[in-house]
């Protein structure tokens, strides 16, 4: 046995600690000399600045109007602090306005609800005058938003107030009322329709899977209501009972409304990146020209594929496409689309949006609907039990709406669905159609495309190389 003295073994031991922290600091430099680009941080929040000012830019609604109401545009523009979610810190020293916000309770009056925001006197009575231009200050009702922009923080400086926005209680835009500036006929405001209880503040997230969606971003710091907004988007593109697995990765562009540092509501996902075990896409919103906003993918195809795979909830894919041995009539035939065992009332989902051409009882088919999409397909369902109330041919179907029910009408032998597609009346393989991607941005528009969606693409792949570079990936 040998003996160590204590004083040796703590020596030697400060020794090897030295050269693990000499050796740590070296690989260190090494790693940052090597890098061709920055990954720090900054590189982000350039970003997310540079976002900012293209949107200012981009929208229009957000600009002073031109008519007449020039004396608007002398107003400091609404000033929006991004903040990067990533480390929590806002990225910009806050050159905002003082805001506060206030909300119309019950048996409130404008009066009141403006004492709330330490508007008091003149300042007071000129919002209320201006306000009565365009509205009935007495029908202000409960739950309505008050949001206040101030050029200095104290509460004793009523004469402060740059504007006040009155704005109804769920979306949709209310009553700015703006100071007039630089005149000459002393504290006067004028009011305007439209404006947000607050302003729009564009944010980056990475959040790692842990269990169900609402959950998962529940532990990365977010509500029900931007988990509603992600499951419409990602369950276009995957099962969301199935297809979510933990550790997968979600990274999200998303706009939120805030007001006085306190978030409103979570307004748009305006990009998304899913990176999981099952399934890997890319996402970006897009405004087409009919003004309808859809996903698609970075080449500019919808995020959604033409089909619903999942017509009929639980069910069990009992016979496929194609030559089989008929289980009736006991000889060869062709068997002209997919049967989807499922128990008797499991509600059957259109495969695609498109018009109903029919709703029938047919022989063999049993009750059966057929609906007509674009491009040439159309889609069929027989031996339903029962129809979905409201249809009738002529009518439009949305995709996923429930059509029927699951049934054994017809020649059939137990409860299944049978599922046809054709496409210029000609029955193909519906596994096969499941392939068929969705529709695309039109070809003169997609330079625009391209052009509109960058940024988005770029903050999501920055967002990436720094959860990387930070071990969080
Ligand atoms: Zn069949």
Known sequence: MRNHSPARTSAGASVLAAVIVLAVMIANLWFWWSQEESIAPMDLIGRLEVLRQDRAEAKPETAAPTTKLKDWEKLPAAVEAPADRLSGRALTPSPLPEERVAQVGQGDTL??????????????????????????????????????????????????????????????????????????????????????????????????????????????????????????????????????????????????????????????????????????????????????????????????????????????????????????????????????????????????????????????????????????????YFHMSRFARGLYPGKKVRRGQIIGYVGTTGRSTAPHLHFGVRKGGVHVDPLQAFDTPGKSVPTRELLAFKTSVKPVLALLSQISTVAKARGID
């Open 111 to 380: 009066d009141h609800a403006l004492g709330r925001l330490f508007i008091h006197g003149a300042p007071k009575a000129a919002v209320i005058a201006a306000y009565r231009t365009l509205a009935d200050p007495r029908l202000i009702r409960p739950g309505q938003r008050l949001f206040a922009q101030f050029s200095t923080a104290s509460p004793m400086d009523a004469y402060s107030l740059l504007s006040v926005v009155i704005a109804p209680e769920g979306r949709g835009e209310g009553v700015s009322i703006v100071r007039v500036l630089g005149g000459d006929q002393g504290l006067q405001f004028r009011a305007r329709p439209g404006g947000l209880a607050g302003h729009m503040q564009r944010q980056v997230l990475r959040c790692t899977i842990t269990g169900g969606l609402e959950l998962s971003l529940k532990r990365c710091g977010h509500g029900r209501g931007l988990s509603r907004l992600v499951t419409a988007l990602l369950s276009l593109r995957m099962d969301m009972r199935s297809d979510l697995k933990m550790g997968d990765q979600l990274t999200l562009v998303f706009d939120e409304l805030v007001a006085a540092d306190q978030r409103i509501r979570y307004e748009r996902v305006v990009g998304l990146r899913y990176a999981g075990s099952q399934t890997k896409f890319t996402g970006v919103s897009w405004q087409e020209h009919k003004g309808r906003v859809a996903t698609f993918t970075p080449e500019g195809t919808a995020l959604e594929p033409m089909f619903v795979r999942d017509l009929v909830y639980g069910a069990r894919l009992s016979s496929v496409f194609g030559m089989r041995m008929h289980p009736i009539l006991r000889k060869m035939k062709p068997h002209l689309g997919i049967d989807l065992a499922a128990p008797t009332g499991t509600p059957i989902r259109a495969a695609s949006g498109g018009v109903l051409i029919a709703r029938k009882r047919a022989g063999a088919a049993g009750k059966m609907v057929r609906i007509r999409h674009g491009r040439g397909f159309s889609s069929e």
